[in-house]
Nanobody, 122 residues
């Protein structure tokens, strides 16, 4: 199972670094995606990364102010978002992807974690 952490309350313009850790001795998936669900909205993909981290993709709304990375030795993936905006307020989740540039986890994936809340507010 993947466990998300690192959220909190951040002022507009601030930064946050989220972590996604594989628990229970499991391995981090070959491709990992970060997703978010804002209040009243559907879950959407934020970013994805390939096994060795050489390929990444970003949603338009975070491109240029976000970095996805991973440390396979630590079985952990990260998402850093800078210049946070109130519209970035959401619960952020990580999940496996079949390929780094896909927008949804595999169809048989149903093990979403609790997510980590990011609230951007002054």
């Amino acid at each position: 199972q993947l466990i998300e952490s690192g959220g909190g309350v951040v002022q507009p313009g601030g930064s946050v670094r989220l972590s996604c850790s594989a628990s229970g001795g499991t391995k981090l998936p070959a491709a990992v995606g970060w997703f978010r669900r804002a209040p009243g909205k559907e879950r959407e993909v934020v970013a994805g990364i390939s096994w060795l981290g050489g390929s990444t993709r970003y949603a338009d709304f975070v491109r240029g102010r976000s970095t996805i990375s991973r440390n396979n030795d630590k079985e952990t993936a990260y998402l850093e978002i800078n210049d946070l905006k109130p519209e970035d307020t959401a619960v952020y989740y990580c999940a496996p992807l079949l390929y780094y540039d896909q927008s949804e986890p595999p169809s048989d994936f149903d093990s979403w974690g609790q997510g980590t809340q990011v609230t951007v507010s002054s």
